[in-house]
């Protein structure tokens, strides 16, 4: 097991249940987890799947035990799973923490999900606390647009003095955020990469600036890296060397790692693109 960083930022190299005990109990203000789904996806050559069903529900309820240890008590804990364990999370959670919301991230896709059944479109969230009387919720942090105000200018007759409904509202329980997808600017190399936009919202929903943000399975680092931006401190832990790297060079702590230049690996149509450029500029030479 490897720690890299500074007091603000740090990045544990290692298995979660092993790095999660070099973190203090009761000090982090807000975990975001979103652990592997047990659905066969490959990570950088380990394949995300156990040998059943139970076995997966027991290491996950070894490392919830450990985050809700490590959980302010005032602190917020966001956790994801695929859609068919969640009910098993849901049922383990609720003995230990308030559920506050069952959140869905809904997104769209252009290609088939299936034929012969109705595809999967969204991801559950489940969003928790220590205690329902005493946590952080930056309502004005989040707000989206309320069309009835905002666009249908419709009046609330049921008031005093009739009123247009409000423009602004804080966001119901289904969220659209598109996926990361190849050709976007943030995409990094990984096969369950999470929006900056996602995590945007629920940082700035459940933490201020100072506090301390943790992922036990940081992949991209996209939770470490938008709390770095919003003036939060980040504890990132992830299992892989070729993700700690990217983790490494997205937080700007380090250029090197063991002799290698970290550098976002060019995707192939910028290199379409640059070979372009090159050709253009030789053209636009003058002839010596």
Avoid at 7 to 26: S, Y
Avoid at 127 to 150: M, P, Q, R
Wanted: proline share 4%.
């Amino acid at each position: 097991m490897e720690i890299y960083g500074n007091k603000q930022h740090k990045i544990i190299h290692g298995d979660a249940l092993e790095a999660l005990h070099k973190v203090a109990d009761n000090s982090v203000d807000l975990i975001f987890a979103d652990p592997p789904y047990n659905i066969g996806k490959n990570f950088n050559g380990q394949k995300d799947k156990w040998a059943t069903e139970e076995e997966y529900l027991h290491w996950c309820y070894k490392w919830l035990d450990l985050c809700i240890q490590k959980l302010k008590p005032n602190g917020s804990f966001y956790v994801m799973t695929a859609t068919q364990f969640m009910p098993f999370f849901d049922i383990y959670i609720r003995k230990k923490l308030d559920i506050l919301s069952r959140l869905v991230w809904y997104y769209d896709s252009s290609g088939v999900q299936a034929k012969k059944y109705f595809g999967s479109m969204y991801e559950p969230i489940l969003f928790c606390v220590k205690d329902k009387n005493n946590y952080t919720f930056n309502t004005e942090d989040i707000l989206v647009e309320a069309k009835t105000g905002a666009k249908r200018k419709l009046i609330d007759y049921r008031k005093a003095v009739p009123t247009i409904y409000n423009s602004k509202k804080v966001p119901g329980n289904v969220w659209e955020f598109a996926r990361v997808r190849y050709r976007m600017d943030e995409y990094e190399n990984h096969p369950t990469q999470k929006p900056i936009a996602l995590l945007e919202r629920i940082i700035k929903a459940s933490s201020n600036k100072g506090d301390l943000v943790m992922d036990p399975f940081s992949g991209t680092f996209t939770t470490c890296f938008v709390a770095k931006q919003h003036g939060r401190n980040s504890i990132g832990i992830e299992l892989q060397e070729e993700y700690v790297k990217i983790g490494l060079r997205r937080l700007q702590l380090a250029n090197e790692f063991k002799g290698e230049k970290l550098q976002k690996k060019i995707r192939s149509f910028e290199t379409d693109k640059l070979a372009t450029v090159y050709t253009l500029k030789l053209f636009e030479e003058p002839n010596g």
